[in-house]
């Protein structure tokens, strides 16, 4: 397994005291009094990070790179090659990445991405093994089918559970009944095998008619998704869409009733959508907004450098352009605050660091990775 400790040390250079020039003004919050140092500038869109056991972090960049930062943080100016061809099709492009369980032994990199198949596009995820600034061994893991012209709703957050499976979250392409078809992958959350293969106790396996990697369907667009430390549960968001955005504990096989129920309306003419906001056999969200936050990255908080923050839920958010605390008690919100309001920009990615800071990028041309810490640095 990736040793943590081991990483701790690699992000050493990242811990030095930080410069009265480099950070920004102290920042009040509930819990804690905060600061936060732009580590790295000139990402093009990036979506996601993933930190590796030197210290080093991959970021993958919407337009199809996937780029490395050295643990001092400087960008490489070279992207990573060996990256298939990738479409940057509205909200597709490279979207999520992450290492595997096992990366210290096998060097596994998963990564979730538009593919083209003529002019239409998909979410697919890869995998390959890097070395050396190079994807060796790329292999494709699995495809959404039934690829169409959309622009939006590819999802899509990859997470691996304490078992190894692999969890990927997939939106309904802008085609809302997809999302209710257990015959489409559209709109549903799959769990494989960390090598493609479908689970035999997948809740719809060894069903004629069904695809057998669904673990959950009735989803719009995830955008997010963290495993929860305490259950060992996948947790996702979704985006609703005008208000209704939505946080879920999946079960197996169950119905999260996209677009039958919703707390969101029809975008400009405000209308109810499908049937109201409850049926039943349906699964109600944990948590909603209304109006909409455009939920991002999504990471449960366990270090111990914001003491205040245990076991509290991040989420970024698009529109607003926040970072969104949410305290927990076991499956139900109690209480949320907003953070960094318009502060750093467009949130895409929030992420705890190996070294027990809160890691941030922001989503445009000249796109940031940002760390938050407390104040005074201790």
């Known amino acids: 397994m990736t040793n943590p400790t081991l990483i701790m040390i690699a992000l050493a250079a990242f811990l030095q005291p930080i410069s009265p020039a480099t950070a920004s003004p102290v920042i009040q919050t509930e819990k804690h009094v905060i600061s936060y140092q732009v580590i790295t500038t000139g990402l093009s869109h990036p979506w996601s990070i993933a930190f590796l056991p030197d210290g080093e972090i991959l970021v993958s960049e919407r337009g199809g790179n996937l780029r490395l930062i050295d643990n001092k943080g400087n960008l490489e100016p070279t992207p990573i090659t060996g990256v298939p061809p990738i479409r940057q099709h509205g909200q597709g492009g490279l979207l ?35 070395e050396n ?26 997470v691996f559970d304490r078992q190894g499976y692999l969890y990927i979250t997939l939106g309904d392409r802008g085609n809302r009944p997809r999302a209710q078809d257990l015959n489409d992958h559209a709109g549903s959350l799959i769990r494989l095998h960390d090598d493609g293969r479908v689970p035999k106790d997948n809740p719809f396996s060894g069903r004629s008619g069904v695809k057998p990697e669904i673990y959950s369907y009735g989803h719009r667009n995830m955008q997010g998704a963290a495993l929860n430390p305490k259950t060992g549960k996948v947790w996702t968001h979704e985006h609703g869409p005008q208000g209704g955005d939505e ?33 039943k056999g349906m699964m109600q969200p944990i948590h909603y907004w209304v109006p909409s936050i455009a939920p991002s990255g999504m990471a449960f908080y366990t270090g111990g450098r914001f003491k205040g923050w245990q076991g509290n839920l991040f989420v970024g958010s698009l529109k607003f352009q926040q970072l969104v605390r949410l305290e927990l008690d076991e499956e139900t919100i109690t209480h949320e605050e907003r953070l960094l309001s318009e502060e750093l920009g467009r949130i895409r990615d929030v992420r705890q660091g190996p070294d027990g800071l809160i890691y941030l990028i922001t989503d445009e041309e000249n796109g940031k990775l940002v760390r938050l810490f407390p104040s005074p640095e201790s």
């Open 96 to 130: 999520d990445v992450v290492i595997h369980p096992d990366f210290n032994s096998n060097r596994w990199v998963y990564f979730s991405y538009a593919e083209s198949d003529g002019d239409r596009a998909g979410t697919t995820v890869s995998r390959g093994r890097l």
């Open 133 to 158: 600034n190079h994807l060796d061994q790329v292999e494709v893991i699995f495809q959404m089918e039934h690829k169409t012209k959309a622009r939006q709703h590819f999802g899509s957050r990859l």
């Open 247 to 279: 946080i879920n504990v999946p079960d197996a096989g169950l119905n999260y009733g996209w677009p039958v129920i919703s707390y969101g309306v029809n975008y400009v003419i405000g209308t109810k959508i499908g049937e109201g906001s409850h049926k």
